[in-house]
DNA sequence: ACAAACCGAGAGCACCGCTCTCGTCACGAG
DNA sequence: CTCGTGACGAGAGCGGTGCTCTCGGTTTGT
């Protein structure tokens, strides 16, 4: 998902123009396909929400637009293409959410960022779960994310490296010690390094992947139910456990 | 999931006694009724490795058993109920893995024994990957968890809690800096210590719930494809990740 | 002005989950 | 031992799905 992460968010957003052209179209057929296949996803995403994506019948959604089935089939090849396009815009919407948490808070410490952060991937989820779990859940059935979502999907993780490289640069974020890793990892990370976080070592970006981990391995854990009957605020918890893994994200110990 | 875990696991067992009644049934009719339920849950199994669960199709598991589909129906009331089914032989399934892995290594450091209870979870998962977006991916549809999984869910982090008990007891774990929390969250903590790890103090069960979402969210970025073009070397990787998980879960530093 | 491209409607195919009915057969009580 | 009851498998059927194809009508670029 983050390969090649420098150039993934122009290739996502050219990918995007696709299915949403240039602002002004020059025919009026191009105008009515364009405001149709919005409209089209519109009702689709809000079946999606409602009942969730093994839910989302393409027939429904032609009835609701007042087009029989086969005709959707003029803007979306497939139910699954139609999926596609719900999943890149959710990638796109937290994305957002997290670059303007990021924003919002860049005047302050690297601790208060990356917990805005957190909170503002939580709230989006909490606020649109059926869309959480279709791209942080596990993937629909046979499908496998196409090229075109690789763009959108790395919004979020280049939001916390830019905070990595921006607390390794201020020293609000201590190296630590290196653990020990395999000729690969370290070339993965080295990688990983090249395109989107320079000059941060080694030890950062493991812990990094590791807090990232936390993140979505904590929001998974409440929205999937793992947490029922064990914890009751939610809300004072993740602060609680995303307060913790920022420690150890920056002081390395 | 992990409620009331001192009791869960009997409530859990007994519930699995009715799909599988006490070894010796009295009338053949039992025991043919049972072995078809058996059969019919290990073709739907077998689908479900091969396509996903959104393609598990209750006619396609009727054909392959050799009836017609409305007989399924007097063995699973739904589709549903036949997925709940398999979702709680999953649940046992990795669950006894972590068990295994546990007993093992039990006489070695507790370092060691949650690596291998980690190792041995994604062992299982990579191994099962359908039947691991079952249980810990998004759930199914509008599907909401019975009563009969919750037992079957503890497994896996009552060992984890019994790890954390016994490095606790042992002095393995350092306890650490209690982190500043919510009156709520502190009872959170203190029920969980209630029934499944007595004398662990909240500063350690805190890091453990950490720990815990750090191997789930750790197997599924994996899995669900957000390492891809990140990170090459899954197996090492993963290791390194839980060893550092391991680290500051002891450390508590 | 016209061919080509595009578009919506409709019928149809194979599949799905689920329900209902009907004949059969095993079981247990009398 | 018989007989009523209940479980069972088969079959037909309902409404829904994704998807394909064909057929007229409209828009577009030349």
Redesign the pocket.
Known sequence: MLSIVATALDIGQTALMTTAPPSVS????????AE?TEEIKAVARRQLAEHGSAA????????EV?????????????????LTALIIDAYDAVGERAEAAERASRNRGVDARWLSVCEAVRAWALAHAHEYALIYGSPVPGYAAPEATIGPASRVPLVLLRLLADGVAGGEIVPGETPAMSRTTRSDLAQLRRTAAPAVPDAVLSRGLSVWAQLLGGINLEMFGHLHNVIRDYDAFFTLQMRRACEFLVQGV
Chains 1, 2 share one sequence.
Do not use: I, N, Q
């Open positions: 020059r025919t009026a057929r191009d105008r009515a396909r149709l989302l019948s393409l027939r429904a959604v032609a009835r007042g087009m029989v089935s086969s005709a959707v089939y003029r803007y979306f090849p497939s139910r699954d293409d139609l």
